[in-house]
């Protein structure tokens, strides 16, 4: 599989952003998709996933209520909608894909990663 995330900027706090990960090479719904960020000296921290269809959905404790992720399996893409940003959602921002599996918060169940997508939050 293989994964490409866009979507990244700069915004300001209180703004939203919406992240896109496409995915080619297996059939979409054969995967789970997770979305994972990395802030400068911080370790790489869970934020959402998503499940095979018909996709159950998983957030982290920092991003709920906040963000909402969402799979096409027609398009092979999986979206993070990112709304009311924090100056401290500042971090680059991975997706990945873990082969027959129903979306986890645990870095090592991924089986594939994309390159990140940086997202600024100014305050």
């Known amino acids: 599989v293989q994964l490409q995330a866009s979507g990244g900027g700069l915004v300001q706090a209180g703004g939203s952003l919406r992240l896109s990960c496409a995915a080619s090479?297996?059939?979409?719904?054969?995967?789970?998709v997770g979305w994972f960020r990395q802030a400068p000296g911080k370790e790489r921290e869970f934020v959402a996933a998503?499940?095979?269809?018909?996709?159950?959905?998983y957030y982290g404790d920092s991003v709920k209520g906040r963000f909402t992720i969402s799979r096409d399996n027609a398009k092979n893409t999986v979206h993070l909608q990112m709304n009311s940003l924090k100056p401290e959602d500042t971090a680059v921002y991975y997706c990945?894909?873990?082969?027959?599996?129903?979306?986890?918060?645990?870095?090592?169940?991924?089986?594939?990663w994309g390159q990140g997508t940086l997202v600024t939050v100014s305050s």
């Open positions: 090479g297996r059939t979409s719904s054969s995967y789970a």
């Open positions: 990945a894909a873990a082969l027959d599996q129903e979306g986890s918060h645990i870095r090592h169940e991924y089986d594939y």
């Open positions: 998503i499940s095979r269809s018909p996709g159950s959905a």
